[in-house]
């Protein structure tokens, strides 16, 4: 397979799903015009974010000072590139003409280097790369790239993408191996994945080389940032932490790194850089450097519903086995970077194990960040809360119990943004002889294989079911795989050809299906979805002695809305009856499910400590809603690791 | 009942104790002559203190500026403190040498007007009273004032009482309601307890009168801390905390506090001093406001140790039933803070529930803070520490899992050297006809009734068995009462008098022995002591579903040491066997207690998450040892609060 054929292959997915669709709805009617107004400061009842005023300052229109933070433009950049993705499916005169018009500020501000970025051209190009650890530079850059590669891929046009080229060419001038050059890296990445987005439609070998060479060079030592620290008498905020310079995954190079350290969207954003160059240089060890990241990661530095980050304090893994569902940061877009890590693995390697995790933070731990109108956000997605706690306990105050309107630091919103209008792009992989299905969300894709092309139709009610169609209308004959996911979860399924049983062959969490495609073929897969309860690895001791609850890929969650507070008391039997339902009424249309429990009674005169036997017991009906659903009533108690008894 | 009876009982007490006897020494020999050198900057491990150097730049013998925090003279304070009660029991003409130079070199340091304080007489006497809020010019001053008292109840020697006398004379011209007075009270509480002590002196109504002014002062609005804020611009670093003035206690009058908050170590010492002046002014009103705070801290907000204040933030309480085992604050301060706070309830009312956890925290939170040869101490008191996240995850690096030297702020050990060194003083009090026996601390104490005199020996192997042996030589005969405490934990027990089965009247937690006193008499006193399993209210979110193990009113701990790592995976039955040894080989001679567990088996290769019922659990034998000893071996894993099966 090409890099060209992924990009086609994305480009042609329509979405058409019960369950992403309102997903998909909400943020483009509701988030991303309230991101409109509030990059162009138009919210009354939110601090102005400056960030059209300051493309308008340094394109000279107005005078004023530079305002916001560092990494203000990224905000427009992410706007650009959720907003671009929604037109592809719903094309919106307005909403491009609000693209283009940005894009023509965008350019106007670029400097006669080609250099983009409020900031410095405010406040003094001279004092450019004076702070490559903490300014954010390369940061707004890779996410202008990815912007302007997303909305060239949409509407074809190519002004942003010029600019973006004519930009990168500067860095290249500034950033590289030759004598001269910065031997730098970013201090944040996401350029590393937006070059190879470039690389894919340019195929310039400058492009790839520049996404190498910010991956090779980082973590050498001596740290590059430690002497610009010194050299520019710059702040180090990490001075006395732990973590040091892994903080900006610096402290080792990348192929030396042991775990997955250092703050969580950094961190992933940089493996999934790694990972698209792996995929073009076919180097083993930047592969198993990926891998070790991932297996970091994904074997005992994630949440159950895929949330990663166990630590306010940087933002930041901890270490194994460390996942506290109440102390948690769990940053709703390291849950975005860590879907783009899933994805580019699978996309190195097709095996089912990445595919799970996507689906695993796609239905839980990315969109708990956003509530289901669209109008509010979660930053960090706990897995337990207590409002009073979380209110006036100081370690517990970072975990919100309500969703935000919006943030100061407005990252999370626009990222999960673009997520969602782009999650069609995560469904199928193709590659020579071969199309995979990674996820079930009912679409419709044009397949290319060889001269031919095939139109794929995929029916589902996922996740609230196991069934799957696959419609597929070949235009001519010829052998070739259709293989799909089968998740981690499913323990019984049936699946049949054109009403056959079918002969597949299971490999790497996926089922192949090879045969003469022509005409029209109906693939028919029936996944057994019933309730199960999940437990953490023993090593987990904030999870020792609890269960979870899961349905299919969707995790559950108890809240004080429908059983009362006090959640800590509640116990469930190992081996508990489910009832499960669908509610088109609740929630948007979930399924629920009910167990009996019980619960220790609370005394009011009770004291504090007393002799061992006093417990009393109630039966307690649960009712376990999903996950991502949570919130969006009335603020109170939410548990998703509940005590066995 | 009067006053001074109590000094007197208190200054007759000797300590001839099997337990308390090596604690006091170690602190005599090792913690006393260490702070010594600290305060001289004779160290050469540890950062200079500057204490003593402050003082002779303070009294014009050498030139040089402050040095050390705002209130480093309450260290030399403390030290004096402790010293002094050693002397009582140890005399020591190069200890009392050293005191009294020092005592020196304070008064040389007096200003003309009485005022003692390095900070501002060496920065400059006009900042005085700038910020009152946080400079502690009161709390040294306080503390001055007790070690004055204590030298010279030890020694008579009065020259630095009667230097502190012109102290308060002059604070006391500067504090106070009248006009053209400052309208405030101290940042940091302890000088309204000092100023009792001294009252107890010189019964000079001016110096009660002071400390009451304090106490009704406080928190009255608008927030005289808050004016100061504004008035010569300092720094509030709590504007954003949830707690604000109610860090220092001034959110609201006293009288109108409804729960114990902010600072633990501050709100203790409030609270002791409120309890003082009650009792002076049987004044209801505060008696009721400092029984509220007192059922505050005891029913919701106090550990099994007896150690309070869950959280680093602020050092401080956070809400009901908020008691995290691991991320724990539990100063050492604060226990000594709250034995002042019992005892002073205990002599306001002689209830048995004050004394119950006077001997809490003297078993427990209180002595965990130093180790058992004296040279190293904790600040921070947990209850659950595993080492790699205590080192490596911000939330809980403020725990320590091995005791340290020596602090930057070294409030602790010399707090904790003043309350071992006089533990005699919280055996016994009297009133009028009536002896009452608070702890079983072996000692011999004179006591004075009317006209007559006793002498009491009090003989005991507690806390390791429950004999109490309490000989009485009486000089002539007289009825009155014996009062022996009947501790929380008892739940059977034998009481003899003379050897014969004695009659007596249980009341508020003491058994009342009438009868004439005459000669000699033997009182045995044996408490049946069994190990036993305690649960906390289940409104305890982080103990639900788990017991600890007690011993009378010692708590128990497992370690690692013992136990092997990942103590979170052992469990216990609800009913199990306990096996008692005394050890004397082992951490200083304790009672050991073995049990059988049983631990949930770890896999090196299991996955993160897997479906129930995977647990395989193997027995376990279990060896724990006292609370108060652990980390005094190997560091390690060490937990108080076990899950029950």
Same mark, same amino acid.
Request: glycine fraction near 6%; include cysteine; hydrophobic fraction near 35%.
């Given at each position: 397979?090409?890099?060209?054929?992924? #990009?086609?292959?994305?480009?042609?997915?329509?979405?058409?799903?019960?369950?992403?669709?309102?997903?998909?709805?909400?943020?483009?009617?509701?988030?991303?015009?309230?991101?409109?107004?509030?990059?162009?400061?138009?919210?009354?009842?939110?601090?102005?974010?400056?960030?059209?005023?300051?493309?308008?300052?340094?394109?000279?229109?107005?005078?004023?000072?530079?305002?916001?933070?560092? &990494?203000?433009?990224?905000?427009?950049?992410?706007?650009?590139?959720?907003?671009?993705?929604?037109?592809?499916?719903?094309?919106?005169?307005?909403?491009?003409?609000?693209?283009?018009?940005?894009?023509?500020?965008?350019?106007? /501000? =670029?400097?006669?280097?080609?250099?983009?970025?409020?900031?410095?051209?405010?406040?003094?190009?001279?004092?450019?790369?004076?702070?490559?650890?903490?300014?954010?530079?390369?940061?707004?850059?890779?996410?202008?790239?990815?912007?302007?590669?997303?909305?060239?891929?949409?509407?074809?046009?190519?002004?942003?993408? =010029?600019?973006?080229?004519?930009?990168?060419?500067?860095?290249?001038?500034?950033?590289?191996?030759?004598?001269?050059?910065?031997?730098?890296?970013?201090?944040?990445?996401?350029?590393? $994945?937006?070059?190879?987005?470039?690389?894919?439609?340019?195929?310039?070998?400058?492009?790839?080389?520049?996404?190498?060479?910010?991956?090779?060079? %980082?973590?050498?030592?001596?740290?590059?940032?430690?002497?610009?620290?010194?050299?520019?008498?710059?702040?180090?905020?990490?001075?006395?932490?732990?973590?040091?310079?892994?903080?900006?995954?610096?402290?080792?190079?990348?192929?030396?790194? *042991?775990?997955?350290?250092?703050?969580?969207?950094?961190?992933?954003?940089?493996?999934?850089?790694?990972?698209?160059?792996?995929?073009?240089?076919?180097?083993?060890?930047?592969?198993?450097?990926?891998?070790? $990241?991932?297996?970091?990661?994904? !074997?005992?530095?994630?949440?159950?519903?895929?949330?990663?980050?166990?630590?306010?304090?940087?933002?930041?893994?901890?270490?194994?086995?460390?996942?506290?569902?109440?102390? +948690?940061?769990?940053?709703?877009?390291?849950?975005?970077?860590? +879907?783009?890590?899933?994805?580019? $693995?699978?996309?190195?390697?097709?095996?089912?194990?990445?595919?799970?995790?996507?689906?695993?933070?796609?239905?839980?731990?990315?969109?708990?960040?956003?509530?289901?109108?669209? @109008?509010?956000?979660?930053?960090?997605?706990?897995?337990?809360?207590?409002?009073? *706690?979380?209110?006036?306990? =100081?370690?517990?105050?970072?975990? @919100?119990?309500?969703?935000?309107?919006?943030?100061?630091?407005?990252?999370?919103?626009?990222?999960?943004?673009?997520?969602?209008?782009?999650?069609?792009?995560?469904?199928?992989?193709?590659?020579?002889?071969?199309? &995979?299905?990674?996820?079930?969300?009912?679409?419709?894709?044009?397949?290319?294989?060889?001269?031919?092309?095939?139109?794929?139709?995929?029916?589902?009610?996922?996740?609230?079911?196991?069934?799957?169609?696959?419609?597929?209308?070949?235009?001519?004959?010829?052998?070739?795989?259709?293989?799909?996911?089968?998740?981690?979860?499913?323990?019984?399924?049936?699946?049949?050809?054109?009403?056959? /049983?079918?002969?597949?062959?299971?490999?790497?969490?996926?089922?192949?299906? %090879?045969?003469?495609? %022509?005409?029209?073929?109906?693939? /028919?897969?029936?996944? @057994?979805?019933?309730?199960?309860?999940?437990? #953490?690895?023993?090593?987990?001791?904030?999870?020792?002695? *609890?269960?979870?609850?899961? %349905?299919?890929?969707?995790?559950?969650?108890?809240?004080?809305?429908?059983?009362?507070?006090?959640?800590?008391?509640?116990?469930?039997?190992?081996?508990?009856?489910?009832?499960?339902?669908?509610?088109?009424?609740?929630?948007?249309?979930?399924?629920?499910? @009910?167990?009996?429990?019980?619960?220790?009674?609370? !005394?009011?005169?009770?004291?504090?400590?007393?002799?061992?036997?006093?417990?009393?017991?109630? !039966?307690?009906?649960?009712?376990?809603?999903?996950?991502?659903?949570?919130?969006?009533?009335?603020?109170?108690?939410?548990?998703?690791?509940?005590?066995?008894?």
């Amino acid at each position: 397979m090409n890099q060209k054929q992924f #990009s086609e292959a994305v480009s042609s997915v329509t979405v058409r799903d019960t369950f992403w669709d309102p997903v998909m709805e909400v943020t483009r009617t509701q988030m991303i015009p309230y991101q409109w107004k509030a990059l162009n400061d138009e919210l009354p009842d939110i601090e102005p974010s400056h960030c059209i005023r300051n493309f308008k300052v340094a394109a000279g229109l107005i005078e004023a000072e530079f305002d916001g933070r560092v &990494f203000q433009d990224s905000d427009v950049a992410k706007w650009i590139e959720a907003a671009s993705y929604s037109l592809k499916w719903h094309p919106d005169e307005t909403l491009e003409k609000e693209i283009d018009d940005t894009v023509e500020l965008i350019i106007q /501000s =670029q400097q006669p280097d080609g250099y983009i970025g409020t900031y410095y051209s405010i406040n003094g190009l001279e004092k450019r790369w004076t702070n490559i650890m903490r300014h954010h530079e390369l940061y707004c850059a890779g996410h202008m790239l990815e912007a302007a590669v997303a909305y060239y891929h949409v509407t074809g046009k190519d002004k942003l993408l =010029q600019a973006m080229i004519r930009f990168v060419d500067y860095i290249d001038s500034v950033f590289g191996p030759e004598e001269g050059k910065i031997h730098a890296y970013p201090g944040h990445e996401v350029i590393e $994945m937006a070059l190879m987005r470039l690389y894919e439609i340019t195929k310039e070998e400058k492009h790839f080389r520049l996404a190498r060479y910010f991956i090779d060079e %980082r973590g050498k030592q001596p740290c590059y940032f430690e002497n610009e620290i010194e050299t520019y008498h710059n702040e180090y905020p990490w001075k006395d932490s732990f973590f040091q310079f892994h903080y900006y995954q610096a402290g080792a190079p990348v192929r030396e790194m *042991k775990e997955a350290v250092g703050h969580a969207v950094r961190a992933v954003y940089l493996y999934s850089g790694m990972a698209d160059v792996a995929r073009e240089t076919l180097d083993d060890s930047l592969y198993e450097a990926c891998q070790a $990241m991932w297996d970091s990661i994904v !074997e005992r530095r994630m949440y159950i519903t895929g949330s990663i980050g166990a630590s306010a304090y940087g933002e930041a893994f901890t270490i194994d086995y460390d996942l506290p569902g109440d102390l +948690v940061y769990g940053e709703t877009c390291a849950s975005v970077g860590m +879907v783009f890590f899933a994805h580019r $693995m699978l996309k190195l390697s097709q095996r089912g194990e990445y595919a799970d995790i996507m689906e695993r933070l796609l239905y839980n731990g990315t969109i708990s960040g956003m509530a289901l109108d669209g @109008k509010s956000f979660f930053y960090v997605n706990p897995l337990e809360v207590y409002p009073k *706690k979380n209110e006036e306990v =100081q370690a517990f105050r970072h975990v @919100k119990v309500e969703r935000q309107k919006w943030f100061a630091c407005a990252c999370c919103p626009p990222n999960l943004a673009r997520l969602v209008e782009s999650v069609g792009s995560y469904i199928y992989t193709q590659r020579e002889k071969q199309l &995979f299905i990674n996820l079930f969300i009912g679409s419709e894709a044009e397949v290319f294989y060889g001269e031919n092309a095939a139109h794929i139709t995929l029916e589902t009610g996922y996740p609230w079911n196991g069934k799957v169609k696959l419609i597929m209308e070949c235009e001519s004959g010829q052998e070739w795989d259709v293989a799909l996911h089968l998740p981690d979860w499913c323990r019984e399924f049936e699946l049949y050809v054109d009403g056959e /049983s079918a002969h597949y062959m299971q490999s790497e969490g996926y089922l192949y299906l %090879r045969q003469c495609w %022509r005409g029209r073929h109906e693939i /028919s897969f029936n996944m @057994k979805m019933e309730v199960r309860e999940v437990c #953490s690895n023993p090593k987990v001791r904030d999870n020792i002695g *609890k269960v979870a609850v899961m %349905r299919g890929p969707v995790v559950y969650c108890l809240e004080e809305e429908d059983n009362g507070a006090d959640l800590h008391c509640v116990e469930i039997p190992s081996h508990a009856q489910f009832e499960e339902t669908y509610r088109p009424d609740l929630l948007g249309g979930v399924v629920t499910i @009910k167990s009996i429990g019980r619960k220790v009674m609370l !005394e009011e005169a009770s004291p504090l400590y007393l002799e061992d036997g006093w417990e009393r017991y109630e !039966e307690k009906d649960l009712l376990w809603i999903p996950y991502y659903s949570w919130a969006n009533r009335k603020a109170g108690e939410m548990v998703v690791w509940v005590r066995k008894r």
